[in-house]
Every structure is written in structure tokens, then in C-alpha cells.
Nanobody, 122 residues
């Protein structure tokens, strides 16, 4: 069983930065694929970025060059550094985990955090 707790959301002006963090429980954290998803009102939950156990990463096109996902296996954490934020990045952001593999849809992830709101507005 894995429990995930996100932190770091908030209100930021366009062009600003935020750093989201996710703390995970579980002794096998280092073997998990970790993902950050987001869901805006009226839209489906979408994958923003993922990082595999070996450190390989994937980003959706709309955030490439602006967002960076990283993980700290010693502390069971995964982070999402978000720079040059745009109003269209506004959403609830979720941390998710699954046992290995590369999957891009939310239904393939077994564990979820409670979500943290990110609002980009002037």
C-alpha cells in the first residue's frame, strides 16, 4: 500500500513559478513509476509528467521546457518544478504511483494523492 500527500499548490501570476511536492509512504517507492496529473474544471484528468524508477522522464507537449519532474528515492519524494506558468495550467494537480512500466492514462495508476490546486491568474 502506498499513500501519497501533495503540497505546494497556490495562486501565482502568469510567468511565475511553483514547486509541487509529493511525499510517499512505502518501502518499495524506488521501484514505482510516479506521475503528476492535472484536471481542470470540465476536462478529463491528463498526464503532465512521469518519472520511472531509473529516472527516465516523459512530459506532455504543453509543458515541455517549462516543467521538470524529479524524484528523491532516499526521502520517498517526487517533485514538479513549474516555471513560466500560464493561465491554462490552472487545475488541480495530483500525484500518482504505479508499480513500474510507462503508462499515460490515469486508469493505469493505482495510488493517488488528494490533489493540490494551482491557479495561474493576474
Amino acid at each position: 500500500q502506498v499513500q501519497l500527500v501533495e503540497s505546494g499548490g497556490g495562486l501565482v501570476q502568469p510567468g511565475g513559478s511553483l514547486r509541487l511536492s509529493c511525499a510517499a509512504s512505502g518501502r518499495t517507492f524506488s521501484t514505482y513509476t510516479m506521475g503528476w496529473f492535472r484536471q481542470a474544471p470540465g476536462k478529463e484528468r491528463e498526464l503532465v509528467a512521469l518519472i520511472m524508477s531509473g529516472g527516465n522522464t516523459y512530459y506532455t507537449d504543453s509543458v515541455k521546457g517549462r516543467f521538470t519532474i524529479s524524484r528523491g528515492n532516499a526521502k520517498n519524494t517526487v517533485s514538479l518544478q513549474m516555471n513560466s506558468l500560464k493561465p491554462e495550467d490552472t487545475a488541480v494537480y495530483y500525484c500518482a504511483a504505479r508499480s513500474g512500466g510507462v503508462y499515460y492514462t490515469s486508469t493505469r495508476y493505482d495510488y493517488w494523492g488528494q490533489g493540490t490546486q494551482v491557479t495561474v491568474s493576474s
